[in-house]
């Protein structure tokens, strides 16, 4: 089993930032990767970002690519997303997960947090 704990979100300004922490636990979980989706109102969920735990190899959405970052913190099992220039569009609740390494699809990630909220007003 793997334990995420999502933390961070709240209301923002468009062109803002915000720094969203994942806390990661539980039976090897760093033999998965973390990913970072969001999932709006009426909305499939959409991935983000992903990051591998081993060499750090960091994947993202097209829709987010030069706007947020993805890194994480080996020593205190974090993975952070750095979101800079928010969007209206990005309000979403933001959900971090652990499956596998590169993959994009929700279905191949095995385990969940709760989510945090985060809203951007116009």
């Known amino acids: 089993q793997v334990q995420l704990v999502e933390s961070g979100g709240r209301l923002v300004q468009a062109g803002g930032s915000l720094n969203l922490s994942c806390a990661v636990s539980?039976?090897?979980?760093?033999?998965?990767?973390t990913g970072w989706f969001r999932q709006a109102p009426g909305k499939e969920r959409e991935f983000v970002a992903g990051i591998t735990w081993s060499a750090g190899v960091t994947y993202y959405g097209d829709s987010v690519k030069g706007r947020f970052t993805i890194s994480r913190d080996n020593a205190k099992n974090t993975v952070y997303l750095v979101m800079n220039n928010l969007k209206p569009e990005d309000t979403a609740v933001y959900y971090c997960?652990?499956?596998?390494?590169?993959?994009?699809?929700?279905?191949?990630?095995?385990?969940w947090g709760q989510g945090t909220q985060v809203t951007v007003s116009s």
């Open positions: 997960a652990a499956g596998a390494a590169g993959s994009r699809s929700p279905g191949e990630y095995l385990y």
């Open positions: 539980g039976r090897a979980f760093s033999t998965y990767a």
